[in-house]
């Protein structure tokens, strides 16, 4: 716990360029990679966006898939200059169709094992993420699909997303994570029909149970939840970067802790804070890059 909270407010470090992953996902160096980083510029500047770009398996968790992704996390968790981070299709009619079960038949039992583990781990490090996550479902979030939408901290789908825990429809069970998210999401009653009857929702469905937080009506170009997560993430960016983090970093630990004290760091700055809404002071830069206050 504490680990995470000096993490959280210790000072950025000093921008530098991601290798392979930060730049135009366009250029020749990013345009066979199946996972893609884009960091907005302009009004947008702080907003990150993870591309999924396996269009011959349908953004499936493959092996290169998932070893990607995990590389790109890392590098991304170390730079400070991400305030939200959306993760987005482009693949169109797919958010992401789950494990690739076609690759998995190849493997022994043993490298089934360990590739279960490493997508378990690939959800937690997207749920441990510092910065807002948000999960742009333009299409299907199947079974591994859905369970990396849940392991966001906010969801938008598309009136055309059709997404379900579907494993048992297969003989299997969701084995990353989406038997503890799911429950904790809807509650444990309707987490357990969904995952007994591998139910599929669609985008209105899902916003209905509280799956999603919005669900808007999809566009000709194929890409309105990522639209709306754009909005949304915009939304997000002239708050304090910190206490958006802390405000993250409280919720995901509350039932664990009966509360999040930060000292005088934050007796100092709660007072700050005040003073910034009382005058209405509207400097969405004031409190960004520094590591000791909220505002």
């Not at 990013?30 to 269009?55: H, K």
């Not at 669900?215 to 939840?225: C, H, I, K, S, Y």
């Not at 969405?284 to 000791?292: E, F, P, Q, R, V």
Request: glycine share 12%; hydrophobic share 45%.
């Amino acid at each position: 716990m504490l680990r995470t909270l000096a993490s959280a407010l210790r000072p950025p470090r000093r921008w530098r360029p991601l290798e392979k992953t930060r730049g135009c996902a366009s250029s020749p160096e990013d345009a066979g990679r199946e996972i893609q980083v884009r960091a907005l510029e302009g009004l947008d500047q702080g907003i990150t966006e993870i591309l999924m770009n396996r269009p011959s398996a349908r953004n499936a968790l493959g092996n290169v898939f998932v070893s990607q992704l995990l590389e790109a996390l890392a590098q991304l968790r170390e730079d400070r200059h991400v305030r939200v981070l959306i993760f987005r299709s482009g693949v169109k009619g797919v958010f992401c169709a789950g494990a690739d079960l076609k690759e998995r038949e190849q493997m022994s039992e043993a490298e089934v094992g360990v590739f279960v583990q490493r997508l378990r781990g690939l959800m937690n490090e997207i749920a441990a993420f510092p910065a807002p996550t948000i999960a742009a479902m333009d299409g299907f979030a199947l079974g591994g699909g859905l369970e990396l939408a849940l392991a966001c901290d906010l969801r938008v789908a598309a009136s055309s997303a059709v997404m379900g825990l579907i494993e048992t429809t297969r003989g299997l069970l969701p084995g990353a994570g989406g038997t503890q998210r799911l429950p904790r999401c809807l509650g444990v009653a309707l987490a357990k029909e969904l995952i007994f009857t591998g139910r599929r929702l669609s985008g209105m469905q899902a916003q209905a149970l509280g799956l999603v937080n919005h669900a808007v009506a999809q566009n000709e170009e194929g890409n309105a939840a990522y639209h709306r997560a754009l909005a949304l993430a915009q939304e997000i960016l002239p708050q304090a970067p910190i206490a958006v983090r802390l405000g993250k970093l409280a919720i995901d630990r509350g039932i664990e802790v009966r509360g999040l004290w930060v000292g005088p760091w934050a007796h100092r700055n709660q007072r700050g804070g005040w003073k910034v809404v009382l005058s209405r002071h509207t400097d969405s830069t004031a409190g960004k890059n520094s590591g000791t206050g909220l505002f």
